[in-house]
């Protein structure tokens, strides 16, 4: 499975971004789902995950009531949309993808797969 994050760019605090996130091959609806940040000079954290068929998510405590997960097994394709952004969630933003589940995936540990990232930039 191949990750291609895209969405990405330059936003005021204030606005909304949809980040998605493309997976390759048919097994796509086999996998959890998640969005990883890491801003400069800090650690990478969890965003938030999903489960295969899309019926629950999980949240950080600083996105939780502004971000959103969603998938389109379908389409092959992860969403996070990304409301009153602020200057904070300025970070380097992933997705990654684990045939072991959402807990797995919230650990950030040892992930099946991870995409290369895309800059998402909040100015005040």
């Given amino acids: 499975v191949q990750l ?9 605090a204030g606005d909304s971004l949809r980040l998605s996130c493309a997976a390759s091959g048919r097994t796509f609806s086999s996998y959890a789902m998640g969005w990883f940040r890491q801003a400069p000079g800090k650690e990478r954290e969890f965003v938030t995950t999903i489960n295969t068929r899309g019926t629950n998510t999980y949240y950080a405590d600083s996105v939780k009531g502004r971000f959103t997960i969603s998938r389109d097994n379908a389409k092959n394709t992860v969403y996070l ?8 969630d300025t970070a380097v933003y992933y997705c ?7 807990p797995m995936v919230r650990t950030g540990m040892n992930l099946n797969y991870w995409g290369q990232g895309t800059q998402v930039t909040v100015s005040s």
Avoid at 4 to 12: A, I, K, M
Avoid at 96 to 102: I, N, P, W
């Fill in 4 to 12: 291609v994050e895209s969405g990405g760019g330059l936003v005021q």
């Fill in 81 to 88: 949309q990304m409301n009153s952004l602020k200057p904070e």
């Fill in 96 to 102: 990654a993808a684990d045939s072991r589940g959402t």
